[in-house]
Each structure stands twice: as C-alpha cells, then as structure tokens.
Nanobody, 124 residues
Framework: QVRLVESGGGLVQAGGALRLSCAVS????????MAWFRQAPGKEREFVAA????????YPGDSAKGRFFIFRDSAANTMYLQMDSLKPEDTAVYYC?????????????????WGQGTQVTVSS
C-alpha cells in the first residue's frame, strides 16, 4: 500500500505563490511515477506534471510550463509543486497521485494511488 497526503493549499491573491506538498509512504514507492493533477468545479481533472521518484525525470503538462515546478526530496519522502505567478484560472483542488508505471502519464486513469486533495483558491 502507498499512502499520499497533500498539504499547502490556501487562499492567495493573483500573482502570488504557493508550494504544495505530498507526503508519501509505503513499500516500493521509490520506483513509482508520481504526479500532480487539478480539478476545478464542473471541469475535468487536468494533468499538471509528473516525476519519476528514483531519478527525478520531469514530465510537465501544459499548465505547468513556465510557472509551476515539480520536484521531490527523497530524504523527506515528499513531492512538491512550486506554483508562482498564480492566476484565478489556477483555482482548483490539487491532487497527488502515484503508480508503478503510469502509462500514459498525463491521464488520471493511469494512476492507482491518490491523495485526498488540497484546495487552492486564487483571487482576482
């Protein structure tokens, strides 16, 4: 079993920044693909970025390019999403996910483990 727990969401003004955390535990997760997704009310779940735990190879989605950065700290067993220059359109529940292979990486159906999500709200 792999357990994922998100934190770090909150309310921020447009142009501000947040860093989301995903604490991970369980056997075998060091060889997993991990990812961030987001879902706004009434919209489909959207891929943000993925990362391989063991060697930190990054697979960015369109929404992550230029403003968001995914990384992990193996010593802390934590994956992060650094979000800068936030816009109201970034408002959503952000989820971390994990899977042994995650093929294709950009699809939510590829991931077998999910956290509970953390709310990010960006005001105008």
């Amino acid at each position: 079993q792999v357990r994922l727990v998100e934190s770090g969401g909150g309310l921020v003004q447009a142009g501000g920044a947040l860093r989301l955390s995903c604490a991970v535990s369980g056997r075998g997760f060091s060889r997993y693909i991990m990812a961030w997704f987001r879902q706004a009310p009434g919209k489909e779940r959207e891929f943000v970025a993925a990362i391989t735990w063991i060697d930190s190879i990054i697979y960015p989605g369109d929404s992550a390019k230029g403003r968001f950065f995914i990384f992990r700290d193996s010593a802390a067993n934590t994956m992060y999403l650094q979000m800068d220059s936030l816009k109201p359109e970034d408002t959503a529940v952000y989820y971390c996910a994990a899977d042994p292979v995650a093929i294709p990486k950009s699809q939510s159906e590829s991931y077998s483990h999910w956290g509970q999500g953390t709310q990010v709200t960006v005001s105008s």
